[in-house]
């Protein structure tokens, strides 16, 4: 491996500009973790417009930055207040606030901060190492093999969406209609655009991402939030003891591993690692009544996982142009406002954007070990404003940020739009992501598949004469029957226990 683009990303991160923007993305990312409800998904696409003005390698430094500073962010407020900031916060409530209670907030806020630190650090270490080799494999992927990578990506994640599959392949289905909206990219006819021409070049990401996840997010969490904040725990002794950090030692190495590696698969990410890590330290554990009593370990390996996969999930993004999660959608939508598209080409067409965004994970971890701590108080007090003072302020910063983009009242008319979509999506029980997904990926599947249908001559059976597209096609396949045969198998075990034939 050539050291040489490594060490020039090295480079790149300590320019002044970088270093500033890193940081900036750490803070606002603790901030937003803080803040229960405004996750990094959101934030992101309300500070989408800030990016224009940026430098492409500093603008997806910031992105980052936040995105796994907010997995530290959620911890805040999972231990002191019970209430998780972050989805993938919502597992360390069990045994941080168990621990706050015993007076040991501290303990268990200073756990999460090592082992966050330690999480990312390993995670980032083996994206240096994994992600240009996928990058070098992805480079014999053609029409075919995106065709079917885009299928994949979207029904894996619909698979482990938050609001059930039937309605995270509806989301998703909704998502793939929208992505064809506008010119037709070889034929030039306009496709459900009514006649207007705001709408012939497509619907914009910036707008669709700002109103489901900011205005969506923001109006659903002023209903669910109507009521007085409970008082935050107090945080002394901040730094854990030596007999804590070896009781944690093992949680935290095995949290780091098993999270880098769901953070990889598609639709896995900081959630889905959480709680994998923490299922399997109870299991592990000689003594598994100490969860959800206070156990070290509780709050170790989930914290160190959701870093480690918010990390990992950057491989498939930058070396494949995949999304692995709403947020890497997100910020594969502000890659393509800067004209980069991610995929195999990054690494040798933009070393120093791909080696920039990954070395600067090594400073924003150092950054997010050094702040966490003493910014707590800080955390403490902004716990202390009601949600009823901060909606208003952020709904009109994304309101002015979509307008900015384009100067475009239209964009105002569609934030709104999908900010109401958004509402009565969390209302009714569907998840956004695989819907801004699906949109994201909509346009490289429409384009792989006509491409790959002119490649076979018509003939859909090509795609399985190629060894790549065919093993992918095999795999979606799994995917997609495996839920029907366990449904089929339940419904046949739900039977022969009512009738009780032996």
């Not at 007076?103 to 990312?120: D, W």
């Not at 393509?336 to 965004?357: A, H, K, R, S, Y």
Request: hydrophobic share 55%; with cysteine; proline share 6%.
């Amino acid at each position: 491996m050539d050291v040489s683009p490594v060490l020039d990303g090295f480079a790149v991160v300590l320019e002044p500009a970088n270093l500033l923007y890193c940081l900036v993305g750490v803070v606002i990312g603790m901030l937003i973790g803080v803040l229960p409800g405004l996750g990094p998904a959101a934030t992101i696409a309300i500070l989408l417009p800030i990016t224009l003005g940026l430098e492409p390698v500093t603008a997806i430094i910031m992105l980052a930055g936040i995105f796994y500073g907010a997995q530290y962010g959620g911890t805040i407020t999972s231990v002191l207040l019970r209430l998780p900031g972050e989805a993938s916060s919502v597992v360390t409530v069990f045994d941080g606030h168990a621990l706050a209670r015993q007076g040991r907030a501290g303990t268990a806020l200073g756990i999460a901060a090592i082992g966050s630190f330690v999480g990312g650090t390993v995670s980032v270490v083996a994206l240096s190492l994994v992600a240009p080799v996928v990058a070098g494999f992805a480079l014999d992927f053609g029409p075919p093999e995106y065709t079917v990578l885009a299928l994949l990506g979207i029904l894996l994640v619909a698979t482990v969406s938050n609001g059930g599959m039937l309605k995270a392949l509806i989301a998703a289905a909704v998502g793939l209609l929208l992505a064809t909206v506008g010119r037709d990219d070889f034929i030039s006819a306009e496709r459900f655009t009514f006649d207007s021409l705001s709408l012939a070049d497509g619907l914009n990401f910036v707008p669709i991402a700002m109103g489901l996840f900011g205005l969506g997010e923001i109006l659903y969490n002023l209903e669910e939030r109507h009521r007085a904040v409970q008082a935050p725990a107090t945080v002394a002794n901040v730094w854990p003891n030596r007999a804590d950090l070896r009781q944690s030692a093992g949680a935290i190495g095995r949290g780091g591993v098993l999270g880098f590696v769901l953070g990889i698969l598609p639709g896995g990410g900081a959630v889905l690692a959480s709680l994998a890590a923490y299922a399997l330290e109870k299991r592990r554990s000689r003594h598994p009544e100490r969860f959800g009593r206070g156990a070290v370990e509780g709050v170790a390996a989930p914290e160190t996982a959701n870093n480690a996969a918010a990390t990992s999930s950057f491989i498939p993004l930058l070396s494949l142009g995949i999304p692995a999660n709403a947020t890497m959608a997100v910020i594969f939508g502000a890659l393509l406002i800067q004209g980069i598209t991610p995929g195999p080409q990054l690494v040798t067409e933009n070393p120093e954007l791909f080696w920039g965004v990954v070395n600067s994970m090594y400073i924003g971890n150092v950054l997010l070990l050094i702040m966490s701590i003493p910014l707590v108080g800080l955390f403490v007090r902004i716990l202390r404003v009601r949600p009823a003072i901060l909606a208003p302020i952020t709904t009109l910063i994304t309101l002015i940020g979509a307008y900015t983009v384009n100067n475009s009242v239209f964009d105002i008319g569609l934030v709104i739009f999908f900010g109401v979509i958004g509402y009565l999506m969390k209302k009714l029980g569907f998840d956004p992501g695989p819907l801004v997904l699906a949109f994201v990926l909509g346009s490289l599947l429409e384009t792989s598949l006509r491409r790959s249908l002119l490649l076979f001559d018509g003939n859909p059976a090509g795609f399985l004469s190629r060894p790549i597209s065919g093993t992918l096609l095999a795999l979606f396949l799994l995917v997609a029957l495996l839920p029907a045969a366990r449904a089929i198998r339940r419904n046949r075990q739900t039977a022969h226990d009512h009738t009780g034939e032996p």
